[in-house]
């Protein structure tokens, strides 16, 4: 989850109190927050410069940071100023803040147009203005933290949204939003001298440890998008770098909000997140001058929008989910502490709570998330245990019941478990297993990394990745791994199916091929299947073990590999692994192997 970094001095001002820390990292434990460190600004810098034992005999007197930790889904905790407004209205020492449109005719609006070609790249953009502004210092540390925190949290590393903020004096609307070859845009960014074209700003930006990993998102498109002002002044080129000439300093008073998108759903919270925090220290508290939007195919709209809307919940539906009786009146003024406007309404059958969300909770979409304010405000300390009654137990489901079963048993016979990614690359799921690809696995349509690129079909990478990475350790090594595979499937819904496997690995000076035969035999006697002594064909009742008829390239040494039968199926395979796979881990003992489904079981 997000943190975000308070002076606590700053912090306790703004709330009017002074607390202990224990005080207050009690208040927000009871406000579903988390205390999570207490720091200095130069233990963070000596941290980050990995000079954590230096001693620093001038600490004394420097500030002290609270490291808060956030809800994900509370993006209007994400700076000082709304966490101060939540804990001040939580406290009752504040009424619920009114956010308000300026009272402006749609002819006096700023006007976006928007031009057709930006449909190929970020098709939406949403703006505001935030008039007669006074930053200091720490409000403009704190408008500069906030955007990076979205930027990080709701817009996905810019992805989704990014946000591009300006000083609209030095600016002259209207303003169009467009997308143009790199070659056609020009203008001198934030923080340089000299003017550069679009494209080779990519180029230049391919060092820049910060903005770097941003470049991807356009860097392959035809167009980049780019705003300008009327006079053709470059704004931004999102979402990659502002322009210099718009640059917001500490003498700003007027502040131009721009928020290009590929979902607009998540611009429109992130620039009502914008507005609703920094409209504090407007002239006029809390009002926000609007921008028409203006599309190209003539449509228009207004943002921001910062109307409530109104859901209705009943008493019963709040009440039964958190386990406690209140009437109308408690859960209303409990909701009012968590900033939501909430009123009882009449009814016949019921009581009805008429909850009014405001523009900063878009985390309240349906009851349960009101129930769960109420129980916020409550204290969930206070929320009486009680003991389910039987019938709404869970219970193990029996595939997991059975795995834990067959996991202790070969933990008795001396296994370690272990636990390795469901993800790895295409070499090691196939050729670095001298397999053929079958198609059988789910590709990662945009991986990470090449170690990421697929879903694994076996669980033999992962153990001899984790004897590569133990070579030092006293042999033998004897591990399993109990954990599912991924496998392309045409019958479900979604494409694929999990299927449960066992896989164990033993290596050591000699192959040890008795001792994983052993445990096969051992884990077919602790689910009662029997052995067959002379299988015939028809005879379906047991389980034993053949020389593997599979003629193509297998991870086990030609004529050291056997199936697992059992009940007349192949379940499993058990084997010496193959020299050359070995060599292709870094593995220089051998080993012998084997892999088993646990569903068949059940």
Not at 93 to 120: A, Q
Not at 143 to 168: M, P, S, Y
Not at 439 to 461: H, I, Q, Y
């Amino acid at each position: 989850m997000p943190k975000i970094s308070v002076v606590r001095d700053d912090l306790f001002k703004a709330l009017g109190k002074t607390y202990t820390q224990d005080e207050f990292d009690e208040l927000c434990a009871q406000y579903g927050l988390e205390l999570d460190d207490v720091t200095t600004e130069k233990a963070i810098i000596r941290k980050e410069k990995h000079l954590d034992g230096v001693e620093d005999e001038s600490t004394e007197d420097e500030e002290v940071i609270y490291k808060i930790e956030i809800p994900a889904n509370r993006y209007d905790l994400l700076c000082i100023e709304g966490l101060v407004r939540a804990l001040r209205v939580y406290l009752g020492l504040d009424e619920i803040p009114t956010y308000t449109l300026s009272d402006i005719s749609k002819e006096s609006m700023l006007k976006m147009h928007v031009k057709k070609e930006t449909s190929v790249i970020r098709p939406f953009i949403v703006c505001a203005v935030l008039r007669g502004i006074t930053f200091n210092e720490a409000r403009y540390k704190s408008f500069i933290d906030l955007q990076d925190k979205l930027h990080q949290n709701i817009c996905r590393r810019r992805t989704l949204v990014a946000i591009g903020t300006h000083d609209l004096d030095t600016l002259q609307g209207p303003f169009t939003y467009e997308a143009l070859s790199p070659k056609e845009i020009n203008f001198v960014p934030l923080k340089q001298d000299k003017s550069f074209r679009a494209d080779e700003l990519m180029k230049f930006y391919n060092s820049d440890m910060k903005l770097k990993k941003f470049l991807h998102i356009i860097e392959d498109s035809p167009v980049y998008p780019v705003i300008y002002d009327s006079k053709r002044t470059v704004l931004s080129l999102p979402p990659i770098i502002n322009g210099a000439r718009s640059a917001i300093t500490l003498r700003t008073k007027n502040v131009f909000i721009e928020c290009t998108a590929t979902d607009l759903t998540k611009a429109k919270i992130v620039l009502n997140t914008m507005v609703s925090m920094f409209s504090e220290y407007c002239e006029r508290k809390f009002e926000v001058e609007p921008v028409e939007v203006i599309c190209s195919n003539g449509e228009s709209c207004v943002f921001p929008n910062l109307s409530s809307f109104d859901m209705e919940v009943p008493l019963t539906k709040i009440t039964g989910r958190i386990g406690i009786s209140l009437d109308a009146t408690q859960v209303t003024n409990l909701l009012t502490k968590m900033q939501l406007r909430a009123e009882q309404v009449s009814s016949d059958k019921e009581s009805i709570i008429r909850v009014s969300v405001p523009p900063t909770r878009s985390d309240v979409l349906e009851a349960c998330d009101v129930a769960e304010d109420v129980a916020v405000a409550y204290d969930f300390n206070k929320i009486p245990r009680t003991q389910p009654v039987l019938s709404t137990q869970g219970r193990q489901q029996p595939l997991s019941q059975l795995s834990y079963l067959i996991r202790l048993e070969i933990v008795a016979a001396g296994f370690t478990e272990v636990l390795t990614w469901i993800l790895c690359s295409n070499e090691e799921n196939f050729s670095m297993l001298n397999r053929k690809d079958d198609k059988t696995s789910v590709t990662v349509a945009n991986p990470r990394s090449s170690d990421f690129e697929a879903t694994r079909t076996n669980l033999m990478s992962g153990l001899l990745k984790t004897v590569r990475e133990n070579n030092h350790h006293p042999k033998p090594i004897k591990i399993f791994e109990m954990g599912d595979v991924v496998l392309l499937d045409d019958t479900k819904d979604v494409g694929a199916r999990n299927s449960r496997k066992v896989a164990a690995l033993y290596c050591d000076e000699s192959s040890g091929y008795e001792v994983i035969s052993g445990l096969v035999q051992r884990i077919m006697q602790i689910v009662d299947v029997p052995w067959i002594e002379n299988p015939k064909d028809g005879d379906n009742t047991g389980y034993f073990i053949a020389g593997s008829k599979n003629t193509e390239s297998t991870a086990f040494l030609p004529g050291r590999e056997a199936d697992i039968i059992l009940n007349g199926k192949q379940v499993g395979s058990l084997g010496i692994v193959h020299p050359k796979v070995l060599s292709n881990f870094n593995i220089s003992f051998p080993c012998s192997y084997m892999e088993m489904d646990v569903e068949c079981f059940l």
